[in-house]
């Protein structure tokens, strides 16, 4: 939204890091006097799914289609030092980058449900007990990731839109092959990793090597019943909800489960030191980290969704619970201008919400980038924008002034005496108006050329007091 330039940069940089079979580093170091740069190259699985994304929302906000054509290098691992990675002679498109990327998510699939294989681990890294093998002779097992699983869904919605969009006819062979691994997706998502118990439904965290056990389950491999709260999240964010709106109750209430003082708990129950086969978690102690404490970074995941689903005063409750500066965590050892990484909380070892460690990249810019979108409804599409702001917020009124395609927009939010939410576009009320299906609020859909590229374009929308 700021600086789009140097986002382009960033983008092209971390495409040029791509690994020739489209597999993403997890970390990469430049060179240095021309020595080639280390790599981690465990293969978490999704990191390809974020470049995917990252591409497709720089697009939608800047209208830049150009950067699709730009061409970059790729990269390749040192025979002599898996360590190592250095300049490659294949060189495409950024397009031709996330073709590969797609392709790689789309071959590590579990062959018998089609969703996407934790491998190594996935954003909860915690978790790399799921990907292992009991064959000694196999690298990884069939353990997967919903998570991952529920991104790369997303992902085939972003790029079918991507290559309809800008390169119809060149790349149809992907567009079906993307549709129907999508359609595949839409099928095995429900059908796996939604288990039900009675009347209550869970959505797992995911399962390990056969489905040996399973994380996020009414009965998991330590015998309890847990909840996990990111693929609750990106259930609603990679907007698989809308296949079931049915299913935002059950999230709802394992959010519930998963609530504390503190903010959403990554698990709930964590992991005992004796819990089997899900790796490195269990030499957490609970109540730390991603084994049952409030971890930021996933918990700004849940507020996000919580706004899709309409529930803004349970969003803005939690979003009041991580802040470092609220008032419950004044007299706590942690920088009160920093996110924290996570927030630890196990009486039995006397820690009541204490930070662990300052974590501002990825905790503050999912908060901030849900205010933007969701509370302030500042949503750029490919073609239009989308105007959605929350339909509660704590405020007399809510101001934000942003860049879509070129044009000079700002959104103020605010409430009067009108009997429903109204728009007005530089003077003139907006007559065509939506209701979200899952949110429940009214938005607006605004084509780009119906925008001023020389002044700024004012949307004023007026809730009932």
């Known amino acids: 939204f ?181 359609e595949q997706l839409r099928v095995a998502l429900p059908n796996y990793l939604v288990v039900q118990q009675g009347e209550q439904r869970r959505i797992l965290h995911g399962w390990g090597d056969q489905q040996a056990y399973f994380v996020g389950s009414f009965q998991d491999s330590d015998g309890l019943a847990r909840d996990g709260l990111i ?37 709930e129950p964590g992991f005992a030191p004796d819990a089997p086969g899900v790796g490195r978690i269990t030499k957490l102690p609970r109540g730390t980290a991603e084994n049952g404490a409030t971890y930021v970074h996933a918990t700004t995941f849940a507020i996000a969704a919580l706004f899709r689903m ?29 996110m924290p990484n996570s927030y630890v909380d196990n009486p039995q070892l006397n820690l009541h919400g204490q930070s662990m460690n300052d974590w501002q990249t990825g905790c503050s810019n999912v908060l901030l980038k849900l205010i933007v979108r969701y509370v302030c409804g500042f949503q750029p599409q490919m073609d239009h924008l989308r105007v959605a702001p929350a339909s509660w917020h704590p405020f007399q009124s809510l101001e934000v002034t942003g860049v879509a395609h070129g044009r000079r927009i700002q959104v103020v939010t605010s409430r009067g005496d009108v009997q429903q939410r109204e728009f007005q576009l530089n003077g003139q009320v907006l007559s065509e108006r939506t209701t979200d299906e899952i949110s429940g609020i009214t938005v607006v859909h605004i084509p780009y050329d119906q925008l001023d590229r020389s002044e700024t374009n004012v949307i004023v929308v007026t809730d009932r007091r």
């Open 231 to 267: 693929s609750n999240a990106f259930w609603i964010l990679s907007e698989m909800i809308d296949e079931d709106p049915s299913l935002g109750e059950h999230i709802l209430a394992a959010f519930a489960r998963l609530d504390s003082p503190y903010g959403f708990k990554t698990f």
């Open 2 to 182: 700021d600086k789009p330039a140097e986002s382009r940069t960033k983008i092209l940089e971390v495409l040029n890091h791509v690994l020739v079979d489209g597999r993403c580093p997890r970390q990469y170091s430049l060179p240095v006097n021309g020595a080639p740069g280390r790599a981690d190259l465990r293969q978490f699985v999704d990191q390809g799914v974020w470049a995917i994304s990252t591409v497709y929302n720089y697009v939608s906000v800047t209208g830049d289609a150009a950067l699709l054509n730009e061409m970059v290098g790729y990269h390749e691992i040192d025979p002599t030092d898996k360590g190592l990675i250095s300049p490659a002679n294949d060189r495409d498109s950024v397009l031709e980058h996330l073709l590969r990327i797609m392709d790689y998510l789309a071959r590590h699939r579990d062959p018998e449900t089609g969703l996407v294989l934790a491998l190594y681990g996935d954003w909860n890294d915690a978790l790399d007990g799921l990907g292992t093998s009991s064959d000694p002779q196999q690298e990884f097992g069939t353990g997967v990731s919903a998570m991952t699983s529920l991104q790369v869904y997303q992902n085939c919605a972003e790029m079918l839109e991507l290559l309809t969009r800008y390169t119809p006819h060149r790349y149809r062979d992907h567009v079906i092959r993307y549709e129907r691994l999508r």
């Open 310 to 338: 309409g529930e803004t005063e349970m969003a803005w409750k939690q979003i009041i619970k991580i802040l470092p500066f609220s008032q419950h965590h004044l007299h706590l050892s942690h920088s009160p201008f920093v």
